[in-house]
Structure formats: structure tokens, C-alpha cells
């Protein structure tokens, strides 16, 4: 399973085939997601990859609710730092169905239980369709406009807010990321397809890899 989770994590960083697209954030609370009724119980994931003296760290939660009203789940994520040095991104995949339709965003108000308000909101989110069957749902704490001084805003010690991802599909367990140019990651709640898809995505994440290697 490991070696299934650093394939995937090479896939997720690489994602050099396929369509990307940047994808506007749509803030809201939590009761305007709809009628929600949690799958199980939270998430919750302490990930940690230490580098050249520092240590990038974090606290992961993240559930599935199901909209009673729709054929929708709500899929919330939540980050905090524990580590030394700053998140860059929070990435998670395979997320299956994820497209430009996709709606994105994070919590004003109204979180569950398991979660907390936060304060650190990401500045951007993108989909990258990846390898079959998924694609990479991406939310960044790095302003890329600005190139000096210091721009990452998810800083040691702060928590995120509630980020929120929708999808008609059910959920399972898929690998969150935190980056700064390392990367730790876990498990997370996230749509992904039956175990015998799987077997693509390894196979997929392998060439890619490959691909790279021999460039």
C-alpha cells in the first residue's frame, strides 16, 4: 500500500499529460452546502517529511457528507501546520470525476464537528486530470504573483480554513498531499474508483515516471 501511495504521490506532483485548469473559489457556510449528513466520522491524518533540518508537517481532517436533496457528496478538508517551515499547496488524489465544472471552494461559517473555523482561506484552486481514473484537486497557499519575500500564508502553527470539494460520487480512502516543495502525505476521504482501477493508476504513475527518468 505504500508503495501504491508514493507512486501516486509521483503522479500527483508530475501530472505532465492531460488538461489543467485554475478554478474560481466559491466561499460559503456550511449549511448552504445543502442537507448534509455525515459518512462516518472524520478523517484525521498526522503527516510528516523532514529535509535539510526542517520538518514539514501537518494535521490533515477531512469527511464525506451526503446532500439528503441531491445525488451530491460534500467533501471537506482541513489543514493545520505542525511542522517548521510554510505549505505551499494541499493537493488531493485521485479525485475521480473532477472537471472545470467542478465546484471548489471553503467554509464561511458553520463547521461541523471535527472541524474548526481556521483562519488561513487558500488563495486559488486547480483540477489537473491526471493518468486514469482521476484527477488532482489542488488548493494553493502560495501568492505566485509576488516572487520576494515571504508568500506563503498557510505559516507554522496556523490551521486552514474548511476547504470543500463537490462530487456525485461516493467516497473511499485517496492520499492527501502537503507541499513546499517536499511533500508528506496521507489518507483522506476523496471519490476514487473500485480497487480493480487502481491497477491503472499505478500503471499510469509508473509510466510517467519512467517517462521522466529517461528525458
Known amino acids: 500500500m505504500k508503495r501504491l501511495m508514493v507512486i501516486c504521490a509521483a503522479c500527483a506532483l508530475l501530472c505532465v499529460s492531460g488538461q489543467a485548469w485554475s478554478v474560481i473559489l466559491t466561499p460559503d457556510s456550511f449549511g448552504n452546502l445543502g442537507n448534509l449528513q455525515a459518512v462516518g466520522s472524520p478523517t484525521v491524518d498526522n503527516v510528516s ?22 445525488d451530491d457528496y ?16 494541499f493537493t488531493i488524489y ?3 470525476g473532477a472537471n472545470s465544472s467542478t465546484t471548489v471552494g ?11 473555523a481556521g483562519i488561513t482561506a487558500p488563495l486559488g484552486a486547480s483540477i489537473s486530470t491526471t493518468p486514469p481514473p482521476g484527477a488532482t484537486v489542488g488548493f494553493l497557499y502560495l501568492d505566485l504573483s509576488f516572487m520576494s519575500g515571504p508568500n506563503a500564508v498557510l505559516l507554522t ?5 474548511v476547504m470543500y470539494i463537490i462530487s456525485d460520487a461516493p467516497p473511499t480512502i485517496a ?26 493508476v499505478s500503471l499510469g504513475a509508473v509510466a510517467v515516471v519512467q517517462r521522466k527518468r529517461g528525458e
Open 106 to 116: 471553503y467554509l464561511t461559517g458553520g463547521e461541523p464537528a471535527g472541524f474548526v
Open 175 to 200: 492520499q492527501g498531499n502537503v507541499i513546499n516543495g517536499n511533500v508528506a502525505y496521507g489518507d483522506v476521504v476523496a471519490p476514487i474508483p473500485e480497487p480493480a482501477s487502481l491497477v491503472l
Open 157 to 161: 502553527g496556523q490551521t486552514s480554513k
Open 49 to 70: 517529511h523532514s529535509s535539510s533540518g526542517t520538518t514539514l508537517s501537518a494535521t490533515v481532517t477531512s469527511q464525506a457528507f451526503d446532500d439528503l436533496d441531491s
Open 74 to 89: 460534500v467533501y471537506l478538508y482541513q489543514v493545520e501546520n505542525t511542522g517548521d517551515h510554510d505549505i505551499h499547496r
Open 94 to 96: 485521485p479525485f475521480v
